[in-house]
């Protein structure tokens, strides 16, 4: 079965610490997106790439780094920076990341701090 | 500053009746608009989609409806099922002048449709 898997389902970081969150994808998707959902907010683009070995900020890219190094992987590291870290992570693909396609997402990761 | 709004955090409704999801926008740029549910512990799914160049788009059991002038979009489903019951997230997108359409999220609204 074609989807997205993120990973771990539960992840906890310590003061000061760096961590990494998981997204593969086998749809054969360009785009790939990094989201944050909070408690009553709407979510919120982190980082976008449309094809590997590039990638764009979102809007609240502060405190977060990716890379793309391959098609089918889109991690996002949570750094020591991200003062407020708490939240639930999707990451998301689409074929190509053009006007009006419609978004594949992952499971989720709830990251909480120590 | 939110530019995608559901200002109802919650909606409940009877097994076979009809449900209604709001959605409110601020940004005249959006041009096409959609609909996400969610289920627990699960990632948002597509549902339904509209372009600005339409006021209605429907799917089975779900419509959307969409008036530009009020910046207003809303969801039926009908007949509601107990199946249905999940978080809804209203998104809107414009190209901005570039290729890559960015979507906005409203907050969602939770749906329970009783039995």
């Known amino acids: 079965d074609g989807g997205i898997t993120q990973s771990p389902k539960y992840l906890f970081r310590k003061e000061g610490q760096n961590v990494t969150l998981s997204c593969e994808q086998n749809?054969?998707?360009?785009?790939m997106y990094w989201y944050r959902q909070d408690p009553g907010q709407g979510l919120r683009l982190i980082y976008y790439?449309?094809?590997?070995?590039?990638?764009q900020k979102g809007d609240i890219a502060e405190g977060y780094s990716v890379s793309r190094e391959k098609k089918e992987s889109f991690p996002l590291t949570v750094t020591s920076a991200q003062k407020n870290p708490t939240a639930f992570y999707l990451c998301?693909?689409?074929?190509?990341?053009?006007?009006?396609?419609?978004?594949?997402f992952g499971s989720g990761t709830q990251l909480s701090v120590l | 500053d939110q530019q995608v709004k559901q200002n109802s955090p919650s909606l409940s409704v009877q097994e076979g009746r009809i449900s209604i999801l709001n959605c409110d926008y601020t940004?005249?740029?959006?041009?096409?608009f959609l609909w996400y549910k969610k289920y627990p512990a699960e990632g948002p799914t597509f549902l339904i989609s509209i372009s600005s160049i339409k006021d209605k788009n429907e799917d089975g059991r779900f419509t959307v409806f969409l008036n530009k002038s009020a910046k207003h979009l809303s969801l039926h489903i009908v007949p509601s099922q107990p199946g249905d019951s999940a978080v809804y997230f209203c998104?809107?997108?414009?190209?901005?002048?570039?290729?890559?359409?960015?979507?906005?999220f409203g907050q969602g609204t939770i749906l329970t449709v009783h039995p």
């Open positions: 998301a693909s689409s074929y190509q990341g053009l006007l009006n396609e419609k978004l594949f």
């Open positions: 940004n005249s740029m959006f041009d096409y």
């Open positions: 790439s449309q094809i590997v070995n590039d990638f």
């Open positions: 998104a809107a997108s414009s190209a901005g002048g570039t290729s890559y359409g960015k979507l906005t």
């Open positions: 749809l054969n998707h360009d785009a």
